[in-house]
């Protein structure tokens, strides 16, 4: 919607450069953090804080935003925070520290998530598929997309595929970790994520490409994870 879409806040931050300059996990992991909200009502809502908290919500509440709540697009603590090879990394439970809200997940991901951040059932607004967060008058709509963990999710927001790491502008994510499961990254990409258009644009967790985002059109198109055929010939080449 034409109204919508002037009212929509919507931020792509990469870890390492745009906020956490100088940490060398930030820099060498390049995640993206999304921001996303109602520029009318000023609330905004934070997919995957990680690594440096109080300076995201800083650069939210520089552009008039205050922040209302946390997206998880999975439990990783490159995403939420949490241990990560021994660093520990700041994440949703910094955020609720500072900003009394709710980390948004799907339910399957609830008890790998409360692992890994410490967060407890109250810190949880637990999501199923198709679910819609209203952020001021901004509906996100959550798409369970498991494969790369149990719980994995995806947004939908004005023709923007927030989508973690569940696709790559070049690749998905592995389904070796622990919850992986590579069938169901199958039907992930090929049927949950089958009904939002080729114009919509891919915003992924990470920057694994030159560009920050692509259409999914062109993403179809161009990436390799498309190419197979059949779930026969998927499993073949990303089954373990």
Known sequence: TPSLEDRLYFRQWLAGH???A??????????????IGDRQTGECVLVDPCYAVTELVGMCQQDGMRVTGALATHY???????????????????LLSQC???????????????????CSDSDLALHDSGDVLQVGAIPIQLIHTPGHTPGSQCFLVQNRLVAGDTLF??????TDLPGGDARQLYLS????????PDD?????????????????GRTRQRNFVFKPKSEQEWLAMFGR
């Open 18 to 20: 745009d906020f956490a």
């Open 22 to 35: 100088g940490d060398p996990i930030a820099s060498q992991m390049a995640n993206f953090v999304y921001a």
């Open 76 to 94: 990783h603590p490159d995403h939420v925070g949490g241990d990560l090879f021994g660093h520990g990394l700041q994440g949703v439970r910094e």
């Open 100 to 118: 009394p809200c709710k980390v948004h997940a799907q339910r399957a991901e609830a008890p790998w998530l409360k692992r890994t951040t410490g």
């Open 169 to 174: 502008l070049d690749g998905c994510g592995r």
């Open 189 to 196: 990409l090929t049927q949950k994520l089958a009904h939002v």
């Open 200 to 216: 919509a644009v891919l915003y992924p967790g990470h920057l694994y490409s030159p560009e920050a985002s692509a259409t999914l």
